[in-house]
Structure formats: structure tokens, C-alpha cells
């Protein structure tokens, strides 16, 4: 299947500084990726859509200024969480949309491995 | 209402029994239906895909789509202790943004 690549897969900051997590699409282009976050048994919830070459599109309630998303190139988005603070601290998912033949046809969002975020 | 309901359980099962777990969503316009499966602290990973109604089957997993009842399930034969993870279904327009439940914890014990 499609491989995205998420790092890193931990971290843990003080409060107040920046943290970068980076999602890889290593075999194939991807055009658009997501970031998603996921608390202790909840749903994913999408909190952007990270467009290559152009701005990101943020959900409803998520803070564009907090989350910076760059999609630089086809394969590389990363996502800069600002001055973070212990409400940040989560799990933070990526994904990328491919296509694979083995999935019957037609696009499929393939995931990271996710980024837990620790702010002390 | 949520759009994708699914019961977080946990489901707690036999090895060998044959599992059934379940999503009921309100979206009529849903026409793609994805079951993911989420071990702890990892990505979800695809395990079936189907559109519109009916059954798809791949290996010991099954997936059923009714969209007349707006239900979608996913059947495991043969459980297995390395099948314990959680299981998400996802469904969508087409736009390929799909919309999770929260997922069902399920535990197979030896």
C-alpha cells in the first residue's frame, strides 16, 4: 500500500515553545495531505486540509496561527504547532490521498503513524 | 445527531469467534465506506473499502454496506489476539474527506 511517513513519533516540549511534526509521501506525489488530531478514544477529528504550492484550509474553530501547515512539495507537509501549551498535548495524525489498485481503483487516504505531543 | 455513530465499546471476544462490529450514519449522500483499524498510539490503517450497498469480502474480514438502513458493518473470522486494535468506520461523498466514528476498542483473548 501507500506509505506516509510521520515524524517524529513522539515529543514531549515545555510550554511556550514550537514543535514540528513532518508527513512523507514516500512512494508516490501527493497533492493533498491532512492533519488530523485524536484524543484518548475519540474520533479523528480533521483539523486542515494542506494544499502543495497553496495556503491551507483550516476547519471550523481550529486556530490557522497556532497550526502552521506547509506543503512545500509534493511529498513533504509539516505542521508547526506554536507556543505550545499542555491543551495542545494530543495525538497528531497526517494522511495523504493515493491511488491503488489493490483498494479497487480510485483515490484512498492512506495515514502517518501519528505524533504524540507532550507539553509540560 | 454525529454523522458516523459507532459504539467505543470494548468488545471483548474469544480467539476464534467471529466478530461483528458496527456504524449506523445519517448522511444519505454517503456513498463510500471505509473500515480502518487503529492499533494504540499508531495510524489508522485501511482495511476495507466499498461503495454504494452490498458485501465485499477480503481474507477473514467482511464488509456490509445497507444503505436502505444507513448501517455498516464489518465481520472477522477466525479472531486472532493480534486482531485486538481499534476499528474505525469512515464513510464519504466522494470528496475523499471522509467523516470517522469513534472507533470500537476490540480485545481477543487468547
Given at each position: 500500500g501507500a506509505v506516509v511517513s510521520q515524524h517524529p513519533s513522539w515529543v514531549i516540549c515545555k510550554s511556550g515553545t514550537s514543535v514540528k511534526i513532518e508527513c512523507r509521501s514516500l512512494d508516490f506525489q501527493a497533492t493533498t495531505m491532512f492533519w488530523y488530531r485524536q484524543f484518548p478514544k475519540q474520533s479523528l477529528m480533521l483539523m486542515a486540509t494542506s494544499n502543495e504550492g497553496s495556503k491551507a484550509t483550516y476547519e471550523q474553530g481550529v486556530e490557522k496561527d497556532k497550526f502552521l501547515i506547509n506543503h512545500a512539495s509534493l511529498t513533504l507537509s509539516t505542521l508547526t504547532v506554536t507556543s505550545a501549551h499542555p491543551e495542545d498535548s494530543s495525538f497528531y495524525i497526517c494522511s495523504a490521498r493515493a491511488y491503488r489498485v489493490e483498494h479497487g481503483?480510485?483515490?484512498?487516504?492512506?495515514?502517518?503513524?501519528?505524533?504524540?505531543?507532550?507539553?509540560? | 445527531q454525529k454523522e458516523v455513530e459507532q459504539d467505543p465499546g470494548p468488545l471483548s471476544v474469544p480467539e476464534g469467534a467471529i466478530v461483528s462490529l458496527n456504524c449506523t450514519y445519517s448522511n444519505s449522500a454517503f456513498q463510500y465506506f471505509m473500515w480502518y483499524r487503529q492499533y494504540s498510539r499508531k495510524g489508522p490503517e485501511l482495511l476495507m473499502y466499498t461503495y454504494s450497498s452490498g458485501n465485499k469480502e477480503d481474507g477473514r474480514f467482511t464488509a456490509q454496506v445497507d444503505k436502505s438502513s444507513k448501517y455498516i458493518s464489518l465481520f472477522i473470522r477466525d479472531s486472532q489476539p493480534s486482531d485486538s486494535a481499534t476499528y474505525l468506520c469512515a464513510t464519504s461523498t466522494g470528496?475523499?474527506?471522509p467523516t470517522f466514528g469513534r472507533g470500537t476498542s476490540l480485545i481477543v483473548h487468547p
Open positions: 481503483g480510485n483515490e484512498k487516504l492512506f495515514f502517518g503513524s501519528g505524533t504524540q505531543l507532550s507539553v509540560l | 470528496s475523499y474527506i
